[in-house]
């Protein structure tokens, strides 16, 4: 059973910037690829940002692209979301999650998920 911890969140005013982090262990993130997704009250969880296996590069949703940016520090074993001009709309629980194949950004692809960490922005 591989665990995921996140961490970061909080309240912000629009236009300002959050980092997220999440914990795994050295095992999740040599194998397992990793990505944020993010739910609203009332909405499907949908797909954020994801590193993937190829290449190592990352894809983007097209309302975060050119915002957000999704890293990993493989000592740390973390992996982080970097938010900046964020907007109200970007308000809701976020995900990070591990998968072994599958798409990149569809939830059911992910085999683990972590609690998730509240991000609230303001207007």
């Known amino acids: 059973q591989e665990q995921l911890v996140e961490s970061g969140g909080g309240l912000v005013q629009a236009g300002d910037s959050l980092r997220l982090s999440c914990a795994a262990s050295?095992?999740?993130?040599?194998?397992?690829?990793m990505a944020w997704f993010r739910q609203a009250p009332g909405k499907e969880r949908e797909f954020v940002a994801a590193?993937?296996?190829?290449?190592?590069?990352?894809r983007y949703a097209d309302s975060v692209k050119g915002r957000f940016t999704i890293s990993k520090d493989n000592a740390k074993n973390t992996l982080y979301l970097q938010m900046n001009s964020l907007e109200p709309e970007d308000t809701a629980v976020y995900y990070c999650?591990?998968?072994?194949?599958?798409?990149?950004?569809?939830?059911?692809?992910?085999?683990?998920w972590g609690q998730g960490t509240q991000v609230t922005v303001s207007s």
């Open positions: 999650a591990a998968r072994r194949g599958g798409s990149w950004d569809t939830p059911r692809s992910y085999d683990y």
């Open positions: 050295a095992r999740t993130f040599s194998n397992y690829a």
């Open positions: 590193l993937t296996w190829v290449g190592g590069g990352s």
